[in-house]
């Protein structure tokens, strides 16, 4: 299996590199970045294949930012991994899973193998 690459998306810099360290030890590329304007850059620029994206952060929040990134590339997989015990109502429609920054490392990790999976499946 050739690895996938990630793109992290959290304005916190210590949860972002907690993140980086357990994707990369899953075997997983992973590429970061702390504020939508620069996840977007990397997004058009390089062959993203997930989005793991922060709701709260300056500059632009997750909802804007999800936007963005389907209108870039409808297809690729966004998980919303935010603070928040609810699913901001604004990013309705805009991304295909959602889970809180306390959830365990190895469910985290089971979200991405299905998103991706799924998506896998939709392009054959």
Known sequence: MSEKLLLCIDD???????LQVTFE???????????????LALFSDLPVDL???????PKMNGA?????????KPTIPILMLSAHIERP???????DDYAVKAEES??????IE???ADSSEACA
Do not use: N
Request: positive net charge; glycine residues 6%; hydrophobic residues 45%.
């Open 51 to 57: 989005v793991v994206l922060d709701y709260t952060m």
């Open 25 to 39: 030890a899953s075997g997983y590329d992973v590429l970061t970045a702390r504020d939508g304007p620069t996840a």
């Open 106 to 111: 190895a469910s985290l990790v089971s979200r």
């Open 114 to 116: 299905r998103l991706l």
């Open 64 to 72: 804007e930012v999800a936007r963005s990134l389907r209108q870039r």
């Open 89 to 95: 109502a604004d990013v309705s429609g805009l991304i």
């Open 12 to 18: 916190d810099r210590d949860f972002l590199r907690v």
